[in-house]
Structures are given as structure tokens and as C-alpha cells.
């Protein structure tokens, strides 16, 4: 029975750690999670850190497989995440319903956060989105850089930040709720993907890691977890 080393973003850790006694016990393999920003887990990979598995969105899973580093045969697609809109459960929601409104949630907010442009997918795409919207300057001093997973979600259940944007999955957390989606014509979805590297010792294991994360019978694990279904 193998280790099998999975690096991944934040994006699927509540779905992974759900499912992951179910594999273990079933397969007796186990898992060791480094979970990460991108920009963290790719500083990891280039400092020659080893993994077994990369659950990354499927563009930079691409660029890997391109350098030789990933397996074509042994990855697969978990899923699509959104970008979300989270406030302090209790709280009024801002009104999503359009680019406009959307503008002027982010301005009327005492502040917001989301994570740092280049570190995470979705905090680049805030990032842009604040400046395509022209409203940089007058963030200044309101925006809070950081990611989920470092204490982002904790910010706005404390209430420190009034609103946060981050993908749905890394927000369904106990004191908060879900305002809602970023209108479609400014919204990121993104395709995470999971692939066996090929530096792993262990690649049958890890293919089988990958099988029971995509297994259909698992597939309400990642809806409520906030993945829609590989399109």
C-alpha cells in the first residue's frame, strides 16, 4: 500500500477531506495533503519538492503536461468552480444582479477581501475586475488581501471584512452566507483538474486516487460542496 503525496489548491479541500477516509479504507492507501495557493504550490514544484498528484486548474495542468511533468493518460476534470460573493451570516446581501450593481456593492462595502492578484485564480480575476471597472482608486485602503485558506473566510465571518470573493467551495462555511454568484459577463469559472505527475513512484495509486475522486457515485459530495459537474 502506498503515500500518495497530492498537492493541491484550495478549491476541493472540504470535498477531500469528506471523501478521503472512504478511499483510504477502500483502497488502504494513504494520503498526504500539502494544500496551497497556486502561486505557492508551483514555487514547491520549482524548488524540486516531490508530488505524486496536482489538483490545479486545468491551464496550468496543461503547461505541466507540456513540460513532460504530468501524465496525458493518467489526469482527469473534478469539476467547475465560481467565483462567490460571501457576507457575515445575518447580514444584508448586496445585490449580484448585474455588472452595475455589482460596481456599486464593491464601493458601498466598508471593505472587502479576496485573495492576493497572482496568488489564486480568483484573486488575479478581482483584481483585474476591480481595475476593468475603474474603481481602483477609490478601493484603495478597502480592499484586504488574502486568500481563503490563510484566514480569508474568517475575515468576513468575523465580520473585519463585509464582503469576500472567493470561489464557492473555499466559502461554504459555518458564519456565513452566500450572496451569490458575480454576474456572468465579469465571473471566472474554473476547471479543476487532477493529474498524476510523472515523477511519482506511485502513479498506479495515485490514478486510483484520482478514479474515486471522479467516481459519479461521488458527484453530490462535490455539488454540495460547491463544484458543478465537468462540462
Known amino acids: 500500500m502506498a503515500t500518495i503525496r497530492v498537492f493541491s489548491g484550495g478549491a476541493p479541500k472540504e470535498i477531500f477531506l469528506n471523501l478521503t477516509p472512504q478511499f483510504e479504507k477502500a483502497s488502504g492507501h494513504k ?18 519538492e516531490k508530488a505524486d ?13 507540456k513540460d513532460g511533468k504530468v501524465a496525458a493518460d493518467k489526469r482527469s476534470v473534478l469539476g467547475l468552480v465560481s467565483i462567490n460573493a460571501v457576507v457575515k451570516k445575518g447580514t444584508p446581501k448586496p445585490d449580484l444582479s448585474t455588472q452595475e450593481t455589482t460596481k456599486a456593492a464593491i464601493l458601498n462595502a466598508r471593505s472587502i477581501a479576496h485573495a492576493s492578484p497572482g496568488a489564486t485564480p480568483s484573486g ?22 488574502r486568500p481563503a ?6 475575515l468576513v465571518a468575523s465580520g473585519e471584512a463585509e464582503i469576500g470573493f472567493y470561489p464557492k467551495s473555499e466559502v461554504m462555511a459555518d458564519g456565513l452566507d452566500i450572496a451569490g454568484p458575480l454576474p456572468g459577463a465579469i465571473q471566472l469559472t474554473t476547471i479543476y483538474g ?4 510523472t515523477a511519482s513512484t506511485v502513479p498506479d495509486a495515485g490514478a486510483a486516487f484520482i478514479a474515486f475522486m471522479t467516481d459519479p457515485a461521488n458527484r453530490p459530495v462535490w455539488t454540495r460542496g460547491g463544484f458543478d459537474p465537468p462540462r
Open 53 to 65: 498528484v496536482l489538483v490545479m486548474p486545468t491551464n496550468i495542468l496543461d503547461g505541466y503536461q
Open 149 to 154: 485558506l490563510e484566514g480569508g473566510v474568517q
Open 124 to 145: 488575479t480575476h478581482m483584481g483585474q475586475l476591480i481595475d476593468k471597472l475603474g474603481i481602483a482608486d477609490q478601493m484603495k485602503g478597502k480592499i484586504i488581501h
Open 194 to 197: 487532477a493529474g498524476v505527475t
Open 31 to 48: 494520503i498526504d495533503y500539502v494544500f496551497a495557493v497556486m502561486s505557492a504550490l508551483k514555487d514547491k514544484l520549482a524548488a524540486g
